[in-house]
């Protein structure tokens, strides 16, 4: 559980970075820019359930590509190769929870009896 939660952090925060600020004078405007409308809710922050409905999207790199000007696309594939392992071993995590769950309500029911 503890890896797969780290694995959707991880993409996550990968979704988000910028590249450090450099360049010319104007590349460190845009980038300001970007920053100050993604601040204002203008640009999304790429965040768990968006990149689970990108994976749904036929053009998922551009998806992610739109939200995050500054994403390159051997990332958005590394992002997109990392996303579904993880988001399953969690779903089965989950889903063995929710049996043992039930075993302990059965077992508690039948002491009972």
């Known amino acids: 559980r503890t890896l797969a939660l780290a694995t ?3 993409v996550v925060t990968s979704a988000n970075e910028l590249p450090p600020v450099g360049g010319s004078p104007a590349a460190r405007s845009e980038r300001v820019q970007f920053e100050l409308r ?3 809710r203008q640009y999304a922050t790429l965040s768990l359930p968006l990149l689970t409905r990108v994976l749904l999207s036929r053009t ?3 998806d ?3 939200a995050n000007f500054y994403i390159t696309e051997q990332r958005c594939n590394g992002l ?4 579904p392992p993880a988001l399953l071993r969690l779903n089965r995590v989950a889903h063995a929870r929710r049996a043992v769950a039930a075993l302990r309500r059965l077992r508690d029911l039948l002491e009972k009896a």
């Open 80 to 83: 997109l190769d990392a996303l």
């Open 8 to 10: 959707l952090d991880k």
């Open 64 to 66: 992610l590509a739109a």
């Open 60 to 62: 998922a790199s551009a």
């Open 38 to 40: 993604r601040a204002a």
